[in-house]
Structures are given as C-alpha cells and as structure tokens.
C-alpha cells in the first residue's frame, strides 16, 4: 500500500499552470466545460489536482494537436 500512495501526486494550480502552459482562467474555464479534470478538494480553501490526470489530459492533448496538424498539412497538398 505504501507504494501505491508514493507514486500518487498532487499538484497545485502553480504546477498545473506550468505543465499545461495554460492560464489559471483558461484552466477554470475548460473545467467548467468538461474539457479538463477537476480538482479535488483538500482542505476547505485548498485543491489539487491527481497528477496522473493532467499528464492524461496532456498527452491527449497533444495527439489531438498533432492528428489535426498532420490533416490540415495533408489538406494543403
């Protein structure tokens, strides 16, 4: 069990912010639209978010960046 609660992380919104390279509003915003985790809340003024589900969220990301960039290179030929 002890290894299991080491490889979990929580991330505060500075961290978020820097492995996302997004805003703190654009980060509400998408959360707001389902478009990104939630946080979990901590104490009553403070949340994190699990690690694990921003890298999900950024990698998914980044696929669906890059397929959308490969189809409009593959449009302009």
Partial sequence: MEQQFSSFTLLRLPNVMRLTGLARSTI???IAAGEFPAPRKLT??????P???VEQWVVARVRTLSGSSHRSHQSKR
């Avoid at 009553?44 to 978010?49: M, P, S």
């Fill in 28 to 30: 509400y915003k998408l």
């Fill in 44 to 49: 009553r003024r403070a949340v994190a978010w």
């Fill in 51 to 53: 690690a694990s589900e």
